[in-house]
């Protein structure tokens, strides 16, 4: 009996170190397998502004802000020049970008083979009416802020 319970725990013991012989995952490894997972071109939050933030449904925030933003842009640029520079057009799309530290850049695009607008006197004339824009949280990415772009059609309203 004494001899069996010897070999029980022998038993027991060789085997048991065996589990415990299992080899650690390479680190690296294990990154790329979790940036595998990451979708790149999506943000867990978007950004936000003040009037949004109490919104809790994710597509109906991500509205607001688009809404806001295409909004407080139309007012800010229908009130100059630019509608009276460029009567055929209605609508132009601006590129923003918002950086981490919360701070905007807007681009307008025109098509490149375009020679109906003067860009520099189109850029200079929203820059200006687009200083000092209401602030704008950052979007946020796995807990933290990043940069995010997007183009916005602005329509300027053109008075008839």
């Given at each position: 009996m004494k001899k069996t319970i010897q070999l029980i725990v022998a038993t027991v013991l060789l085997y048991s170190c065996q589990l415990f012989d299992k080899k650690v995952p390479d680190e690296n490894q294990l990154l790329q397998q979790e940036l595998q997972k990451i979708n790149w071109k999506e943000v867990d939050e978007f950004p936000s502004v003040l009037t949004c933030d109490t919104i809790k449904d994710p597509a109906v925030k991500k509205q607001c802000f688009f809404d806001y933003l295409a909004q407080t842009i139309q007012e800010r640029i229908g009130l100059d020049t630019l509608k009276m520079l460029y009567p055929e057009t209605?609508?132009?799309s601006v590129k923003v970008t918002i950086h981490p530290d919360a701070s905007l850049q807007f681009e307008p695009?025109?098509?490149k083979d375009s020679v109906a607008y003067d860009k520099i006197k189109?850029?200079?004339?929203?820059?200006a009416r687009l200083a000092n824009f209401?602030?704008?949280e950052p979007a946020i990415?796995?807990?933290i802020k990043v940069k995010t772009q997007f183009?916005?059609?602005v329509i300027i309203k053109v008075e008839k």
């Open positions: 209605d609508t132009i695009q025109f098509l189109a850029d200079s004339i929203l820059m209401p602030k704008v990415k796995r807990g183009i916005l059609p």
